[in-house]
């Protein structure tokens, strides 16, 4: 059974991955080396270390009480961002990857490895290559599928604070 539970760990890590691939916030930080030159090694990283911070919290295995708050996930992503790409994301996607994350956590403590290899694959189908340009302009839509157009579109804005050094993530508006 040990077996079956290395493997679940090893389709949870890759969920993790896939999700963090496909966020259009890290792609554009990557992109745009705002880690510095080790950008790419950083987001690699960072897989690693979402995977380890939740499994340093997991609660009883049969009590889901214990787990982490959806905000709770999405602070420590926020910091991640803040912290090894001097970026602060504000495109309202930080409480989507962090449900993704919490959700593909779930599925991994009750063993379910078939929905955390269909959640992998939903969201790798899904990924789009997104590119932050000086002018504001975020995409330049490599999409399997169509984007969504309307008030809730993901299309995402990138702003250089200089003052601050920050970079500040927006969805365009």
Known sequence: MAGAGE?????????????????????IAVENSFGGVHSQEKAEWLGGAVEEYFFRN????????????????EDFLGELMTNEFDTVVEDGSLPQVSQQLQTMFQHFQRGDGAALKEMASHIT????????????????????????????????KEEDIVEDGWTIVRRKK
Do not use: M
Request: proline share 9%; with cysteine.
């Open 7 to 27: 493997d679940s760990r090893a389709l949870f890590g890759a969920g993790v991955r896939a999700a963090l691939e496909a966020w259009p916030a890290l792609q």
């Open 58 to 73: 997991e609660g009883p295995i049969l009590s889901y009480s214990a787990d982490l708050e959806l905000e709770e996930v």
């Open 125 to 156: 189908q899904r990924k789009c290559k997104v590119t932050a340009t000086n002018d504001g302009a975020a995409t330049d839509g490599v999409c399997p599928q169509p984007e969504p157009s309307g008030p809730d579109s993901q299309t995402i």
